[in-house]
């Protein structure tokens, strides 16, 4: 492992198999941050795994082919890492998604799961046999589009809900291309250098399409941001001072927001409390409002704060 690699692991070395004589074959699909895990994690108990992805590194949405200019976490660094394997003490508190896929090959490293990985591998079907109940996975090789198929005793999908881009279908697409127009998800943008001195046209007011047009706004000619729902976002330095995670990142906070399973002091907040809570998210609304000059540049959300907080 690289010296300059700073972190303190907490958890020991590279895994070794644990009871060997368990030789139960586990295909995990999808190199991202749970399939990777997974891994490690199966590894300890023993298991027989092989992880694979079709892109050529390991990180899935921080993959060198789904990064676009200007993504980072929206989480502190401190509450996107592994328990076992923290982000480098160097890294800015806000790491940038190059930093993210280091820190994920770092994991992989440190943990000696390279041996596991079938990279550049997509998993093109599976097929349980009825009788045994294992399953028959499927695999191309995606530069060589060779053909594979293996047999597992179980398989873990980790395939990550945002892996495949939803563009909508517009009219007049075809057109648009014709005369030069590019038409493409963010996590398929990669160099902003091809946006300089163009009109571009962002569709979204989520994470992505919000770090993209920041950074799109500093080279384009013009860029615009078109939305159905305009929601709030929350300053990384709530008033240029606080770090969000002191207030959105705690247990406190985790009441204030609605649970499927609401427990201890947030049922009080979203229930019979409700007036506290409405009062300390009209609090954070009221701060952000102004800071953000919300009102000033119209676009104040028309949406109660509660759950729609999203870094900025
Ligand atoms: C721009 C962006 C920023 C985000 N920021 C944050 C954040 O700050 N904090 C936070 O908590 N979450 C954030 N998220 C959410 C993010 O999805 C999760 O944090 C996490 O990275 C998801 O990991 P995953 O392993 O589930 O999926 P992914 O990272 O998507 O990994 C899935 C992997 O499966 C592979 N795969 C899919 N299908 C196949 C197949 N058929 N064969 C082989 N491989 C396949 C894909 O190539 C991919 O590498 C962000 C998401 C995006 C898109």
Same mark, same amino acid.
């Given at each position: 492992?690289?010296?300059?690699?700073?972190?303190?692991?907490?958890?020991?070395?590279?895994?070794?198999?644990?009871?060997?004589?368990?030789?139960?074959?586990?295909?995990?699909?999808?190199?991202? %941050?749970?399939?990777?895990?997974? @891994?490690?994690?199966?590894?300890?108990?023993?298991?027989?795994?092989?992880?694979?992805?079709?892109?050529?590194?390991?990180?899935?949405?921080?993959?060198?082919?789904?990064?676009?200019?200007?993504? =980072?976490?929206?989480?502190?660094?401190?509450?996107?890492?592994?328990?076992?394997?923290?982000?480098?003490?160097?890294?800015?508190?806000?790491?940038?998604? @190059?930093?993210?896929?280091?820190?994920? @090959?770092?994991? %992989?490293?440190?943990?000696?799961?390279?041996?596991?990985?079938?990279?550049?591998?997509?998993?093109?079907?599976?097929?349980?046999?009825?009788?045994?109940?294992?399953?028959?996975?499927?695999?191309?090789?995606?530069?060589?589009? $060779?053909?594979?198929?293996?047999?597992?005793? $179980?398989?873990?999908?980790?395939?990550?809900?945002?892996?495949?881009?939803?563009?909508?279908?517009?009219?007049?697409?075809?057109?648009? *291309? *014709?005369?030069?127009?590019?038409?493409?998800?963010?996590?398929?943008?990669?160099?902003?250098?091809?946006?300089?001195?163009? $009109?571009?046209?962002?569709?979204?007011?989520?994470?992505?399409?919000?770090?993209?047009?920041?950074?799109?706004?500093?080279?384009?000619?013009? =860029?615009?941001?078109?939305?159905?729902?305009?929601?709030?976002?929350?300053?990384?330095?709530?008033?240029?001072?606080?770090?969000?995670?002191?207030?959105?990142?705690?247990?406190?906070?985790?009441?204030?927001?609605?649970?499927?399973?609401?427990?201890?002091?947030?049922?009080?907040?979203?229930?019979?409390?409700?007036?506290?809570?409405?009062? =300390?998210?009209?609090?954070?609304?009221?701060? %952000?409002?102004?800071?953000?000059?919300?009102?000033?540049?119209?676009?104040?959300? *028309?949406?109660?704060?509660?759950?729609?907080?999203?870094?900025?």
């Amino acid at each position: 492992m690289n010296d300059s690699w700073a972190s303190t692991p907490r958890n020991g070395g590279p895994v070794s198999g644990g009871h060997s004589a368990d030789k139960t074959k586990i295909a995990i699909v999808g190199a991202g %941050v749970a399939g990777l895990c997974t @891994a490690k994690v199966l590894k300890q108990f023993g298991f027989d795994v092989v992880v694979y992805d079709r892109t050529p590194d390991v990180g899935g949405v921080w993959s060198v082919t789904r990064r676009y200019p200007g993504v =980072m976490t929206q989480n502190n660094k401190g509450t996107y890492a592994f328990s076992d394997y923290p982000m480098p003490r160097w890294y800015p508190e806000w790491p940038t998604g @190059a930093q993210v896929q280091r820190y994920l @090959a770092g994991y %992989v490293e440190f943990f000696g799961l390279e041996s596991y990985l079938r990279l550049g591998t997509e998993v093109t079907s599976m097929l349980q046999d009825e009788n045994t109940g294992r399953w028959s996975v499927s695999t191309r090789n995606v530069a060589t589009g $060779h053909a594979e198929d293996a047999w597992y005793d $179980h398989v873990v999908i980790a395939n990550g809900i945002f892996s495949d881009p939803f563009i909508p279908s517009y009219p007049g697409v075809a057109e648009f *291309e *014709e005369v030069g127009g590019r038409l493409c998800a963010a996590s398929d943008f990669h160099d902003l250098d091809e946006a300089a001195g163009k $009109h571009v046209l962002v569709v979204g007011y989520g994470k992505s399409a919000c770090d993209v047009a920041e950074a799109l706004s500093e080279v384009s000619a013009t =860029m615009t941001v078109v939305a159905r729902e305009v929601t709030w976002k929350m300053p990384r330095k709530l008033g240029n001072m606080l770090n969000y995670k002191y207030i959105l990142l705690t247990r406190l906070s985790e009441g204030l927001f609605e649970h499927i399973e609401q427990r201890g002091f947030g049922r009080f907040l979203t229930g019979p409390g409700r007036f506290v809570r409405d009062g =300390m998210l009209g609090f954070i609304q009221r701060i %952000v409002r102004r800071q953000l000059s919300l009102d000033r540049v119209g676009l104040v959300p *028309e949406v109660p704060s509660s759950g729609l907080f999203a870094t900025r």
